[in-house]
Structures are given as structure tokens and as C-alpha cells.
């Protein structure tokens, strides 16, 4: 058995740039580690210190005395523990049988493929291997960054069968400490705190004082205000006594500056067990860059002079046509693609990547590829059992569905073993994304239903074609609705034709005839009787359960059904419920987050009549119960959707490997406990979502993720009117967040503003982003998902505070949104008045606070103005006010909402926090609109190169728009937003 260590250069205190992706610098002497403020060496000394006789005697003896020149200067070597899953494939590659694997990776980057190909290639000494990705850069600017996968390469060294009991060398291994890695440097150690409040941030600064005071100081005047910094006090290195310089009086945070002689680091987090596994097996050592000849392609032209070489690692970035003329002429045994999502994201804009993937794919190469996908907001475009236009089976791709819930916890309870520290050449277990708990669920089945779901199934088999499809849709939406059959309506999505129960019964009866029409017609009637102001049987449970949890629970009761059913249920509750209707909302799924966030406060309790489309999960937070009701299909469908996550399918396929399909056993172990039958069940139950859906699965989009906008705009509307100078138009909804380019410049600008202070101006001559279907992207929504996604490790830090991953401070930014909406919850129950008079009141005590903004209506717009953004971790809010003004008039705000409602037990310091976490996330989003990365974080620059690398594609596939002529306008016909058109007079009134 081969053990792999790698020798990449890593922080042996925080194990950057592989845990969060902050990159080192290198020094003359030794590495700089941006984030902990680490100096270590890049190898150490065994020999000078005399720790170390017996080991030194022992390797002398064995190499001869020449060792000790390596002894001095040996580098920290990293073992590297593949998990469970990475040993799967290590171990099967080597056997696989040749075939398109399509691989949805659980972990958001594939870490082994190092140690994969040089076991695939070791084991087979007349193969070839090609990797796909990102490969290194030839200038590295000083920076360590997270290594590309032919750097980890060049770094691995492996052992056969290595010795690892050594018993009497204990006591010198332990005597391996942090003085041997660590630099003694003079430093600057800082500390800001607040005056009276419990948060502080200690670092160390490698600048002088001065350049450290003045940073310092600099950074909390721009996000706090000049009057931000109280005292100064600090000391040199020789001096006896402390100096103090007093700033303001008034100031919440102070600075305490000491210069230090240290070493510069506090914690060894390193295995010296490592180190002596690799000494003292010194002749068993291999470097597979030695065995394997091995090329880095960056260009299409690089492949000239490799022609010896097995293993090819081909950029990314060369045109994808170039790739795979290379890959054909190369005619390698295994191909691995990193992130075969690059590949497919644009197949939505009709693309050229992938239609040259797909070519690819038409006419693969006699091996084994194995192509990862990590993105889940590209997964839908495979069409791994779900309905789809493409299908990666039509390709003869077989999948391997790593990252649904059922499998990912099984492979999470298989725990961690020895991989513990981050490595750049494995992903580790704990790394796993936590697989949220369904609230406590309940199913209750109305039997009148069950009894006409036969009936209705038997009907569906004589419809045909578009209507027929719509027809289905309408009856199969009658048996989950509240309504009765007589006020029942519905557009039909594929025709467009309005279709009602007698519509239906009336095609019954001229395919059926009469008789038959006749029997269907009576069963209806038998269910649901003939006073359709009541609802129908559904409504009758809903009444029921709504009644008891009224009673039971102290939570926001929400009646969740289908979009078009939703005012109809609205009335006939307002008749039926006993007592306040106060805390029951009725909604769809898709207006749930809106529901859940005016509702800002509190557990929430569901009562369903209807599947989850795919916009959103069962493990959203705060939901607390869900009740599903229907009849027996109905109940039997959301119980397997339940227990088998497939709520998330889209995202997170599942697919049920055959007998015949090559797979790692481990995969196939887990799916033999898994409680589906078949992939039809799967495709069948994806189905059953589709029909929930209102305007199709077209929706969802890989590069713009979920739409946070109006899918039409409807008549009385207002909207933006954009006309380029082709004489085309397009309408923007208000509050969208528009990416403009001018000068080859790129500005945000949002939409309200110009429509509410009559600045067309601002954008006339600018180019507008739009995708090649004509639809728009926000920017700042683009930006909010991409922070949710790449920056969960992050560390930011402003002022006295500190943030671990983006989630952690967006959460602190919207804290003061969320407060105003608590206080419009508390007030309006407090008082007894309706929403929309507390929120006149409260928006009226506001502007009384002597705030910068002095306008009710303006000040309402706070809480209520925002853009829904669908992220990994769920439904997110884009509030278009990110903060006030000022500090000033944020803690006004907060002192103000205390004074009035007390029982909000608000924390007054707290308002700081929220403030510096907001501007922290603006001036983030602002460096990147204006590609100044020097003025970023060193910690945060990889995170800023990944986040500019995702937009930079959306924009390679984007349209430009550019803007002649603006005006708002009134909507007089129903129209999709931000489809460029020509007749576009038709549907709006110009009101400037």
C-alpha cells in the first residue's frame, strides 16, 4: 500500500492557503502567512539544535554521514489521508471499465486527482492519463496561492508499505516543537476593542507602529467616522513605559499597539510523526514526477514538444475545441475533467462550449473519463432523472450520485479517520455540507380525494397533445386545491387557453360520450358537493388542522398552495377559521421566503396542499412542522419525496445505478439501502414537481442562478423602458440592480433611483448585460450567491469585529432589516392594527429621529424593497438599502425601536457591528465592479479572484444593450421583463 505526502508550502499554524483560501507571500528568509500572521520556514533544522541524537545516529548509520547536509534543511513533509470516497476511486480506476463517468462531487473542488492518476498510472506503466483544469501559472507574483493540480503533483512523494512504529524514538519526536518552524520576528501586536462593549480584534501587524497606527486608524475613520477612535496607546520594543494619545472623547473603540520580539506564531498544528515516517524510510521514497513523464499544456501549441510524456495536464482555459483535438490526438487509457461544469453552464445560451463538449462526448475516446461536477446550479442541464431536453443518458454517460442527501450522510457517518488538517490534496469528511433536518412532518390523507384520484388517473390516458397536457394539469391541480371545481381556473401554460371544470367535462363527453361524462360528473359532485363557497374536502382539513395549531402552537401558521388558488383560499378561510386570522398567511412556495421573512420572528408551521417545486427545500430555516394534505397518491408521492430528499433532485440528483454499471462498491453498497425502486420512480415523482411549476423549469438558468424578478409584469405596473439605438426595447422592473458598462468601465446601477429622481441620463450611451436570450442578471444577486458559495471559509475582519464565512456576516449586515421587520410584527400586535397601518406608524416614528432620510414612504422601503436570491444554503434576501447614511443614524434607529418596543431586548452596541459588516460587504462588491484588487485583504484576495473569474463569464456571455433612450412607463399588457423586443409600444403608456 502507497502512502502520499505532499512538501506544498503550508502554514503549520492555520494550514492556509487549504483551509480558507488565503494565499502566502514569500520572504526572503521564510513564508509570511497573511491570515495568522505566521512566519515559518520552508524546511527546518534536526541537527543544530542537539535534540535529536538518536535519530541522527540512526539515519548516519544508514546513509552515511552526508545525511546530515539534508538533515539541515529538510522540509515539513504533509501525509496525505484520502477519504472514503477519494479511496473508492483511487482503488476502481484502476479496473474501471472504459466509459463517460459523470461524478456530482459532494465537496465544492476535487482535491485527489494527484494521487489518482499517479496510482492509475504507476499501476499501468504503458498508460496514458490527460487531467482538465486549472493548471499552474508560470509568474507567481510573490504569492502562495491554493495550488493548481500539476503543482500538487510536482509535490507528491510516496512510500511503499513505510515503517510507522517508532516506539523508541517517542521521546525525540515529541520534542519537535514550534521553535524549529517558527521565525522570532518583530512585530506589531494589535488590538482594537471597544470601550464599552465585549467585541475585539487581536492580529499581528509586520509594518512599523506608525504604519500600523495609521492603517489602523485610517480603516475605522472610513467605516465609523472621524469620531470613531477614542485613545491610542502603544509601545516601542526598548521603551519602559506605555505612550497614549487621545483622540476623542466620545469614541467607542480603543488601540492598543505593542512592539514585540516573538515567535510569531502560538500553535504548531503539525504531526511530527510525519516527519520521521518520511526520515526513516528515506530509501523507500518515490516522486511520481520522477516515474511519470508529465507535461502542463496552457496552450494549444505546448503539445509540440511532449510527445514522450504520459500524463497531460491541458488548462481549462484553451477553447474547448482546441481541448479536445488534443485529447483525441493524446488518445490517453484516462481522462479526468476537474469541473466538467464549466463545460455545460452555457448549453442555456446555446453556447459553443457546450456544443463542442457535447460533440465530445458524441465521439469519446477509448478509456475511462471521469468528469466531476461541483456546481450544483449547472446540475438540471444533464438531465439526471429529471425532464429535460438534453440527457447525458442519450450519450451513454453513466452517473454517480455522490452529493444527495441520502447518500452524503452515509458517507458522513462513515467519519474522518486521520483526515483531520486541510490538504491540497484531499477533501475532508467534516468538509461535508451539513445535510439540514426536515422539520417534523405529517401527513393527513383526505379519503374523499383518494376516492376520485382513480377516476381522474383513468381520464388523463384519453387526453392528447399540448391541450391534453393541460387538461391533465387542471385536474390533477383540482384534486390538491382548497377551491371548488366550479371557481377553479387556470391559464393553460402550453396552449394559453383558460380551462374550467366544465370545460373539461364538456371534452369528456365528446371523446367518452356521454355516459362516461355523466359518471365523472356525478363522482365530482358526490366529493364536493354543491356550495362551492365553502371549498372543497381539501379545504375542509386545512380548516381542521389550521384550527388545532391555532390552539397548540405559538408560531406563524402557513397555508401553502398553488399560486392561483392563493386569494381564492384567502377568502374562504377569512369566513370559515375560528377566531384571529392574525397569524395565518396563505401563499405559494414560491412566495414562502417573502411569507417568512415579513414574518420575520418565530417558528413556522405549514399546511400543504401541494409538492415543493424545486425553488425551494423542506429544510428551510425556522420551519417547524409541515402538514401535507391530499389524497392517497398524493400522500404516498410527498412521503417518498420526504424521506428521500428529492426535494433537491434538481440540484442534487439521485440515480440508481444497475447491476451492469461500473461504479466504486462503496456507491453501490449505499444505494442497496436506499428505499427507491427504480430511476422511473425517481423520473416519475420529478414529474409530480414539474406540474407544480408555473413557468417551467426554463426558469433556472446555471450562470444567473434563480430569478429574483418578476417572471412578467403585469398591467398598471410601472417599469423602466430601455431603447437601444436599433430602435428595440425592453422593460426593467424597478429595483433591479443593473451591471452598465462605460468606457470599458463597469458601474452598478439600480433602477428605482433613475425612476424616482429622473436621472435617464445616467444611463443613456452605457451598454446594459443582458444574456443571449434577452433576459437580465443582477448583479448584486449574482454577487450575493457567489459570496455564499465561495466565500464560506472566509474570514473578514473591520474594526473590532471579526466574521467566519459570508453567511456569519451577511447575517450581521441585514440585522437591522430584520429588526424593523420584528418591530412591525411586535407593534402591530401589540396595538391591534393592521400591517399596513403599523408599518405608516412605525415608518413615521423613524423619520422623527432626526435620521438623514426624513420620508416615510422612503424609510418604508427599507424593510419592504429587496430581491430574492436562491443560494446553497437557501432563499436569501437582497435588500436594495444595504445601511443608512451613516453610524450615526443607525444607532438612532436602534435606540429608537428599544425606546418603543422594549421587548425586542435590542443590544445597542450591536448596531456598530451590523454597520461595519454591511460596508464591509459594499466596499467588497465595489472593488470588484472596479477591478481593484490591491485594495483588498491579502486574506481575501483568492476569494476575490474566484468571485471575478464567475463574473467575468457571465459577461463573456452576455449581449450589450446599448441605451439611446430611457423613460418610465406604465404596463398596459402583460410582458416578460428585460426581453428586448421591437413592438414594445403595444404594451406599456410613456408617463415622461
Known amino acids: 500500500m502507497r502512502v502520499y505526502y505532499h512538501t506544498y508550502p503550508t502554514c503549520p499554524q492555520c494550514h492556509e492557503p487549504h483551509a480558507g483560501g488565503s494565499p502566502l507571500e514569500e520572504w526572503e528568509d521564510c513564508i509570511h502567512c497573511p491570515s495568522c500572521g505566521a512566519h515559518f520556514y520552508r524546511s527546518v533544522d534536526l541537527v543544530s539544535s542537539g535534540r535529536f541524537p538518536r535519530t541522527i545516529e540512526i539515519l548516519s548509520n544508514a546513509e552515511g554521514c552526508e545525511v546530515l547536509n539534508h538533515l539541515k534543511n529538510m522540509p515539513l513533509v504533509w501525509r496525505i489521508n484520502p477519504n472514503p ?140 467616522g472621524k469620531d470613531a477612535v477614542r485613545i491610542v496607546k502603544w509601545k516601542k520594543l526598548d521603551a519602559q513605559k506605555w505612550r497614549e494619545d487621545a483622540l476623542n472623547e466620545d469614541g ?49 501549441d505546448d503539445l509540440k514538444n511532449s510527445a514522450s510524456a504520459r ?230 382539513k386545512i380548516l381542521e388542522k389550521a384550527n388545532e395549531l391555532l390552539k397548540k402552537e405559538d408560531c406563524t401558521i402557513g397555508v401553502v398552495v398553488h399560486s392561483h388558488d392563493v386569494r381564492a383560499t384567502r377568502k374562504i378561510l377569512k369566513t370559515l377559521i375560528t377566531g384571529s386570522c392574525d397569524r395565518l398567511v396563505v401563499c405559494s412556495w414560491i412566495d414562502l421566503p417573502e411569507i417568512l421573512r415579513s414574518k420575520s420572528s418565530g417558528d413556522v408551521c405549514l399546511i400543504s396542499t401541494v409538492t415543493p417545486p424545486y425553488l425551494f427545500t423542506l429544510s428551510a430555516p425556522r420551519i417547524q412542522k409541515i402538514a401535507f394534505i391530499g389524497g392517497k397518491k398524493f400522500i404516498e408521492t410527498v412521503t417518498k419525496l420526504v424521506k428521500n430528499r428529492l426535494d433537491e433532485n434538481l440540484r442534487k440528483p439521485l440515480y440508481i445505478l444497475s447491476k451492469d454499471e461500473s461504479a466504486p462498491p462503496l456507491l453501490k453498497k449505499i444505494q442497496k439501502e436506499l428505499d427507491l425502486s427504480s430511476n422511473q420512480e425517481i423520473l416519475d415523482l420529478a414529474e409530480e414537481f414539474m406540474f407544480e411549476l408555473d413557468s417551467g423549469i426554463q426558469v433556472s438558468t446555471p450562470q444567473y442562478g434563480y430569478p429574483s424578478y418578476p417572471l412578467t409584469l403585469e398591467p398598471g405596473e410601472k417599469a423602466l423602458l430601455v431603447v437601444d439605438f436599433d430602435g428595440r426595447g425592453a422593460f426593467i422592473p424597478p429595483n433591479s440592480s443593473l451591471l452598465v458598462v462605460s468606457e470599458n468601465e463597469l458601474a452598478e446601477i439600480n433602477t428605482s433611483e433613475i425612476m424616482e429622481k429622473s436621472r435617464s441620463s445616467t444611463l443613456i450611451g452605457k451598454e446594459l448585460m443582458l444574456d443571449r436570450q434577452g433576459l437580465y442578471f443582477s448583479f448584486r444577486s449574482d454577487f450575493i450567491r457567489l459570496m455564499m458559495e465561495h466565500g464560506e471559509r472566509a474570514v473578514f475582519r473591520r474594526g473590532p469585529y471579526i466574521w467566519n464565512g459570508f453567511d456569519e456576516l451577511l447575517k450581521d449586515a441585514l440585522q437591522w432589516i430584520l429588526l424593523l421587520q420584528m418591530a412591525v410584527e411586535n407593534y402591530s400586535e401589540q396595538m391591534k392594527i393592521p400591517h399596513e397601518d403599523t408599518e405608516r406608524k412605525i415608518s413615521e416614528y423613524l423619520a422623527s429621529l432626526d435620521l438623514t432620510a426624513k420620508n416615510p414612504e422612503y424609510i418604508k422601503k427599507w424593510w419592504n424593497d429587496f430581491e430574492i436570491v436562491f443560494t446553497r444554503k437557501g432563499p436569501v434576501p437582497v435588500f436594495r438599502i444595504e445601511h443608512p447614511r451613516s453610524l450615526k443614524d443607525l444607532e438612532k434607529i436602534y435606540a429608537g425601536l428599544s425606546e418603543l418596543i422594549p421587548d425586542l431586548e435590542i443590544d445597542l452596541e450591536d448596531a456598530r457591528r451590523c454597520y461595519a459588516a454591511s460596508i464591509m460587504i459594499q466596499s467588497f462588491r465595489r472593488l470588484l465592479v472596479k477591478g481593484k484588487i490591491k485594495d483588498v485583504s491579502p486574506t481575501l484576495r483568492i476569494l476575490y479572484r474566484k468571485i471575478e473569474r464567475e463574473i467575468k463569464k457571465i459577461l463573456e456571455n452576455s449581449e450589450k444593450f446599448r441605451v439611446s433612450l430611457v423613460y418610465t412607463v406604465e404596463i398596459l399588457r402583460e410582458v416578460h421583463p428585460f426581453r428586448v423586443m421591437e413592438n414594445f409600444k403595444d404594451y406599456c403608456r410613456f408617463m415622461d
Open 85 to 224: 470516497v477519494e479511496r473508492e476511486y483511487v482503488s476502481w480506476v484502476t479496473q474501471a471499465e472504459k466509459g463517460v463517468y459523470l461524478i456530482t462531487w459532494p465537496w465544492k473542488d476535487v482535491r485527489f486527482v494527484p494521487v489518482l492518476v499517479s496510482e492509475f498510472l504507476i499501476s499501468r506503466p504503458k498508460s496514458k492519463a490527460v487531467v482538465i483544469g486549472e493548471v499552474s501559472k508560470e509568474e507567481s507574483g510573490g504569492l502562495i496561492e491554493f495550488p493548481a493540480v500539476d503543482d500538487v503533483f510536482r509535490n507528491l512523494v510516496f512510500i511503499d508499505s513505510p515503517k510507522t512504529d517508532f516506539e523508541d524514538l517517542k521521546t525525540e519526536i515529541n520534542r519537535f516543537n514550534r521553535k524549529m518552524v517558527f521565525k522570532k520576528v518583530k512585530v506589531v501586536n494589535c488590538v482594537i476593542k471597544e470601550t464599552k462593549g465585549k467585541n475585539q480584534r487581536e492580529f499581528i501587524c509586520t509594518e512599523t507602529i506608525r504604519k500600523c497606527k495609521n492603517s489602523i486608524i485610517k480603516e475605522l475613520e472610513e467605516t465609523f
Open 252 to 300: 467607542f473603540v480603543d488601540i492598543v499597539l505593542e512592539e514585540r520580539q516573538q515567535y510569531s506564531a502560538k500553535n504548531l498544528r503539525y504531526r511530527s510523526q510525519w516527519l520521521w515516517e518520511v526520515l526513516l524510510n528515506s530509501r523507500k521514497i518515490k516522486r511520481p514526477s520522477r516515474i511519470i513523464k508529465y507535461t502542463t499544456v496552457r496552450g494549444k
Open 311 to 540: 500524463l497531460f495536464f491541458i488548462s481549462a482555459e484553451i477553447d474547448p475545441g482546441d481541448i479536445f483535438r488534443m485529447v483525441s490526438s493524446i488518445n490517453p487509457d484516462l481522462v479526468v475533467i476537474q469541473n466538467v461544469d464549466d463545460f455545460i453552464k452555457d448549453m442555456v445560451l446555446n453556447g459553443s462550449k457546450s456544443m463542442k463538449f457535447i460533440n465530445f462526448l458524441n465521439e469519446p475516446p477509448e478509456s475511462v473519463v471521469l468528469m466531476f461536477s461541483t456546481n450544483q446550479e449547472a446540475r438540471y442541464l444533464y438531465g439526471i432523472n429529471y425532464p429535460s431536453e438534453f440527457s447525458i443518458f442519450d450519450l451513454g454517460v453513466i452517473p454517480h450520485t455522490w452529493d444527495c442527501a441520502p447518500v452524503v450522510e452515509r458517507v458522513k457517518a462513515l467519519g474522518s479517520g486521520d483526515s483531520t488538517y486541510p490538504s491540497p490534496v484531499s477533501s475532508n469528511i467534516q468538509d461535508l455540507p451539513d445535510q439540514r433536518g426536515i422539520p417534523e412532518v405529517e401527513f393527513i390523507e383526505s379519503e374523499s380525494i383518494s376516492s376520485l384520484e382513480e377516476a381522474v388517473k383513468e381520464v388523463e390516458n384519453i387526453f392528447q397533445g399540448d391541450m391534453g397536457r393541460d387538461m391533465i394539469k387542471f385536474l390533477r391541480d383540482m384534486l390538491k386545491s382548497p377551491v371548488h371545481p366550479a371557481n377553479l381556473r387556470r391559464k393553460g401554460k402550453l396552449t394559453g387557453h383558460i380551462l374550467t371544470f366544465d370545460y373539461i367535462m364538456t371534452q369528456i363527453y365528446n371523446i367518452h360520450g356521454e355516459e362516461k361524462a355523466n359518471e365523472i360528473n356525478s363522482i365530482v359532485k358526490s366529493v364536493y358537493g354543491s356550495e362551492p363557497e365553502i371549498g372543497s374536502p381539501i379545504m375542509e
